[in-house]
């Protein structure tokens, strides 16, 4: 009953490395969303999913790329890492069914991402 | 667009008192839900409570309760009998009731609760 995992939860990586966060839920939610929270900005929308193979950008998608090929996960890369990257990430999903909760996100324990 | 803004970057409060925390949101949608969220050191993402939008009644969890006004476009938090364990950073979210819409969140209260 894990519901939403994210690994890893640390990562130090470099300037201009590729880096991957993975983010795996066991519910079978439609909707899958990628936030970064920055002190001074909260949460910000980075990508969403709202099935497999289909993704779309949020507010400060540059520099990430996603994809989806299966419901579950929803892997979230860092092309070539910048120090502005640096970041805590959260994954979330949402059902998408059901009236009450159908707008309500649970979300995994985040990773917290240095860049040197 | 919509925006949420949290005017209040930190509040203090004594245990067992009251505590009461702002959110003011801005959007021209009729159909929306309304969230808090608590973020303790763990970093975890807790649902305090929600709002549905279309219910004139305000929300009640326990100790927490909203007062929200519709018209104004305030969503505030009410923590009462406050604990040590309510230590955390508190967001205010908004999201359009549509698919594909995502949660818009505020900056964020870092409350502490003191003995």
């Known amino acids: 009953d894990a519901g939403i995992t994210q690994s890893p939860r640390y990562k130090i990586t470099e300037t201009g490395r590729q880096v991957t966060l993975m983010c795996h839920q066991t519910?079978?939610?439609?909707?899958m969303f990628w936030y970064r929270q920055d002190l001074g900005h909260g949460l910000r929308l980075i990508y969403y999913?709202?099935?497999?193979?289909?993704?779309d950008k949020g507010e400060v998608p540059d520099g990430y790329v996603v994809s989806r090929s299966k419901t579950e996960n929803f892997p979230l890369t860092l092309e070539s890492a910048t120090r502005s990257q640096t970041s805590v990430y959260f994954c979330?999903?949402?059902?998408?069914?059901?009236?009450?909760?159908?707008?309500?996100?649970?979300f995994g324990p985040g990773t917290r991402l240095t860049v040197l | 667009a919509q925006t949420v803004t949290q005017s209040q970057p930190e509040m203090s409060v004594q245990e067992a008192e009251t505590v009461t925390l702002s959110c003011t949101y801005d959007?021209?949608?009729?159909?929306?839900?309304l969230f808090w969220y608590k973020q303790p050191p763990s970093r975890q993402m807790i649902l305090v409570i929600r709002q549905e939008a279309y219910k004139q009644q305000n929300a009640t969890e326990n100790r927490f309760s909203v007062n929200f006004q519709k018209a104004a476009k305030s969503f505030s938090l009410k923590i009462s009998d406050s604990q040590l364990g309510d230590t955390a950073m508190y967001f205010c979210a908004f999201i359009k009731n549509q698919a594909g819409t995502a949660l818009i969140f505020g900056k964020g209260t870092t409350l502490s609760v003191s003995s």
């Open positions: 519910w079978s939610h439609s909707y």
């Open positions: 979330a999903t949402r059902s998408g069914r059901g009236a009450v909760l159908y707008n309500e996100q649970f």
């Open positions: 999913s709202a099935a497999a193979d289909i993704t």
């Open positions: 959007t021209s949608e009729n159909n929306y839900y």
